[in-house]
Structures are given as structure tokens and as C-alpha cells.
């Protein structure tokens, strides 16, 4: 593409609100597309960033339908609202391309449904949060891998590539149903243990009972994955063929990656995308995340009792607003 194109961010959630920031403030032509009832707000206030990018404040457009020609429309709502959101949009979505940017691994399935196209997939890992409407916090950087299913679609991948290396380095792969799938089984962990527990991180590895439990269901996951023949990959900073590998000997040995990988002082910041749900009231989407082991698992015949566990652990705390002590989180892993 000779000139920049138009982007629409679809959703003013923690990672739309981040694309958006950072795009407007390297003058990128993005266009916020929120709600109706929410465009008059976020017109008056902008959006106000912080965190590891620093402080700072823009006004990208904000409208409540993706603008003419515009050249990408970026989905970035949970799962569980998709659907309704490319309906709503698709009116206006001309000959966009679209980009999922979703967490776990239906998002495709959905869009296909919906449009009777492939999307681009982007699978940000990373972490924002938002708790208040026009705020963004980036708390960690990570890497986002870039892909898509059909092989005609993939000559688009180099603008994006441009437009999401302003957010955090890019890794382009050819397989990226590989690639999702080895998100989601260290993005279910990461969000189960924060939003079962209701704290950071690196708290959660450090206790013997829940870092017992948080390895437990790791294996679990993996090895619904691997009954299914879905092949990982391995990522930058997500070595997943050697985690899988190091899964395979005593647990202790789990324990100890987990530590390495989340004990350190900087997790005190990161609020997962379902807690950030639990403490705003809101339903979330953990049936598209754990949920997918246990659907995966009911598919194949694979027992997911640890999976199932927490996506009704995680249901319960939607329901009473109370968070799980460390016992039954335990009592999760079967004797």
C-alpha cells in the first residue's frame, strides 16, 4: 500500500483502546468505533494512556460505524460479543479486512459465519487494562504474532506487520491455528489463577498450592492438545514444544518455570482480561478459554476435570463476587 490506510478499531475495551492510543499518537488515520451511546464521551475525553509507553493523551476519531474506505477494521471485543459486533458493523465494513485480534481460538470460526471471509489473526501477547471508559494502562510488552488461513490473504500481512510494530514486536507464521492454540494454553493459565485468586501473578506462583494447581492444569492442557493432534509452535519468549517437554517430568520442575516466568516483581502489575471483567461486573470469557479445553476434551473423548473446574470456579465468581480461597482452588486438582 503506497499511503497509509484507514483503520477502524472496532471496541474501546483494553486492547482497542490501546491500539487506538498508539496508532493516533504516530499519526496513523484510525478511527475509534464504539457504541452509540458511547461516541459523544469519548469525543469529549480522548484517551488518556499510561504505564511502559508513558503518559499522554490523544483524540483519535470516534465514530459509531466503520468509516468509508477504510482499509483494515480491527475486532478487538471478547469473544463472546463477536458476532453481535460484525452484525452490527457489517453494513459499513465494505471491503475492509478484517483483523481478529481476539483471545482464544473461535474467532475465526465466528467471522467465517458471520462475513464468509478469513480473517487476519493477531494474537497479542501483551498485556493492557482498562477500568474506567478513555483509559489505557500497557503494562507489559510482549510480542504480537501475525498470520493468516488463507495463503490469498497473507500478501496483506506486511501493512499490518508496520501498523502493529508501533505496539510491540511482530512474528509473522503461516500456522497460525498452531499459534492460537499455544496462546490460549498459557493465556487460560495466566488469566484462571489472577482472576480465581484476585492476585498479581507472581504472588499465585509463589504459593506451593496454587503454583500445584496452576502445573496441574497446564498438563491437562497440553495434553487435550496433543490427543487432538493440533500442532504447537514455539513463539518468541513461548517456547511451547520445550514447556510441553518440561510438563512430562515431576512437577516440581513445572513449578520452577512457572517462577521464572511469573514470580518476578514486574507481574505485581498485570490484571488479565477476566479479572479486569470480574471487578467492571461483567460476564467473561472463559468459556473461550478454559472453555476450549473442555469443549476440545468432550470432542475427543479427553478428560478436562481441571479445565472444567475452573471455567465453574471462574462462573461462581461471576455469580457472588467472591474470590476463591487457596484450598479450593486446590481441591481442583484430582487425588
Known sequence: MSQKPKIAVVGAGAIGNLLA?????????????????????????????????????????????VPAGAGFAIFTMKTQDLAEAIRAQ??????????????????????????????????????SSTLEPGTVRYNRAGVTVLGAADA?????????????????????????????????????????????????????????????????????????????????????????KLFSRALALPSFVGKMILRKNLGKAEQETIMTSTLQSLLRKRPTEIDYLNGEFVRLGEKIGFPTPINRATVEGIKRIERTGEFLTRDEIGAMVPK
Not at 468505533?33 to 476519531?61: C, D, M, Q, T, Y
Not at 483471545?103 to 475465526?108: D, I, K, L, P, Y
Not at 509473522?172 to 482472576?195: D, P
Open 152 to 240: 490469498g490473504e497473507r500478501y496483506v500481512v506486511t501493512e499490518l506487520k508496520r501498523l502493529f510494530e508501533l505496539v510491540a514486536p511482530v512474528f509473522v507464521t503461516g500456522e497460525i491455528e498452531g499459534a492460537m492454540w499455544s496462546k490460549l494454553i498459557i493465556n487460560s493459565l495466566t488469566n484462571s489463577i489472577n482472576a480465581l485468586t484476585g492476585k498479581p501473578l507472581n504472588e499465585c506462583v509463589r504459593d506451593p498450592m496454587i503454583a500445584e494447581f496452576a502445573v496441574a492444569q497446564l498438563k491437562e492442557s497440553f495434553g487435550v492438545v496433543r490427543a487432538a493432534g493440533i500442532p504447537l509452535i514455539n513463539m518468541p519468549g513461548a517456547p511451547m
Open 90 to 127: 457489517s453494513s459499513s465494513l465494505g471491503t475492509a479486512t478484517v483483523v481478529a485480534v481476539q483471545n482464544g481460538v473461535r474467532a475465526r470460526e465466528i467471522i467465517l459465519g458471520e462475513r464468509g471471509v478469513e480473517p487476519i489473526s493477531a494474537i497479542l501477547l501483551l498485556n
Open 21 to 65: 492510543a498508539i496508532w493516533a499518537r504516530a499519526g496513523e488515520d484510525v478511527t475509534l468505533v464504539v457504541r452509540p451511546e458511547r461516541v459523544a464521551l469519548l469525543r469529549a475525553a480522548g484517551l488518556r494512556a499510561s504505564g511502559i509507553i508513558g503518559e499522554f493523551h490523544v483524540a483519535p476519531k470516534v465514530e459509531a460505524e
